[in-house]
């Protein structure tokens, strides 16, 4: 099984095979209108600007698990991504991307890349690392997804090559979707 085998829900509901996207570069990320990452959608829509017309797309999938930092509807979380960010790339239906009714496609990246650990330069670190210890002292070698705005990186031919995580400094992201594209 591969990321083009896997069927998703577009935000009015339709399902929709990834397979549209063969090809290209993809960052497939967890997201929440009300988080301290949210600004990140500033530098991912300017990501997409510059590289869209280049084969490199995102793809957007809200998911309220984390701080429930993602409360409202697939339309309200819609039209806050166009009105405060300008986002044009694609946003889909919220899903759970950890537990039980995880997203197949969550659970997939997650078994393609777990998680390495978070920037320690990042001011928000020790929040999340105090937060999760607390939650589980095994967090860090859990592959779950930790927070919102975690990040896969897809190339061309379908393999997940990275993960970044929120804390990612997103020049570090730019240059490997350079490197892809």
């Not at 986002?87 to 919220?94: C, E, M």
């Not at 659970?107 to 999340?128: A, C, I, M, N, R």
């Not at 930790?146 to 990612?168: A, C, I, M, Q, Y």
Request: proline residues 5%; hydrophobic residues 35%.
């Amino acid at each position: 099984m591969g990321i083009y085998d896997f069927k998703v829900k577009k935000a009015d509901g339709d399902e929709m095979s990834l397979s549209e996207y063969e090809n290209k570069v993809i960052l497939i990320i967890n997201s929440a209108t009300e988080c301290g990452f949210t600004p990140q959608y500033d530098a991912l829509q300017d990501l997409y600007e510059k590289y869209g017309q280049e084969g490199f797309i995102i793809l957007d999938f809200p998911c309220n698990q984390f701080g429930n930092q993602a409360p409202g509807t697939i339309e309200e979380i819609a039209s806050f991504c166009d009105t405060k960010f300008g986002i044009t790339f694609p946003i889909f239906s919220k899903i759970d991307v950890n537990g039980e009714n995880a997203s197949p496609l969550f659970e997939y990246l997650k078994s393609q890349k777990g998680f390495k650990g978070f920037d320690q330069d990042h001011k928000l670190t020790p929040v999340l690392e105090e937060m999760l210890g607390k939650e589980n002292p095994d967090y860090k070698n859990q592959p779950d997804i930790k927070w919102n705005f975690t990040k896969f990186l897809v190339d061309r031919s379908g393999n997940v090559v990275e993960r970044f995580e929120p804390t990612t400094d997103m020049y570090e992201v730019e240059e490997k979707i350079k490197e892809l594209l």
